[in-house]
């Protein structure tokens, strides 16, 4: 059973799609690398996945229990985010 998982997730602003459709499962053990070029969606998915921003749809779950309301606290307090930084 996947630890983490985004099933679908996506995120507008205004009528465009900032995100959309995206899925994630990772594992205990897994390693995973988030790569693409700049202003591909890479700080989005990964503040959306942190629930540290808002989602339009799909759904979060930490060890199978979705991520959403009053258990957004609990999940942030297990979870790390660390924001890039510039080059």
């Not at 799909?58 to 942030?76: C, H, M, N, Q, S």
């Amino acid at each position: 059973m996947p630890t983490l998982q985004a099933r679908s997730l996506g995120r507008r602003s205004g009528d465009s799609w900032l995100l959309r459709g995206a899925d994630l499962e990772v594992r205990p053990g897994d390693r995973v690398a988030l790569l693409g070029p700049s202003g591909a969606g890479k700080t989005v998915f990964l503040r959306s996945l942190a629930r540290l921003d808002p989602i339009d749809e799909g759904e979060v779950l930490w060890d199978g229990r979705p991520v959403r309301g009053e258990a957004i606290p609990a999940f942030r307090s297990a979870v790390q985010y660390l924001p890039q930084r510039a080059a």
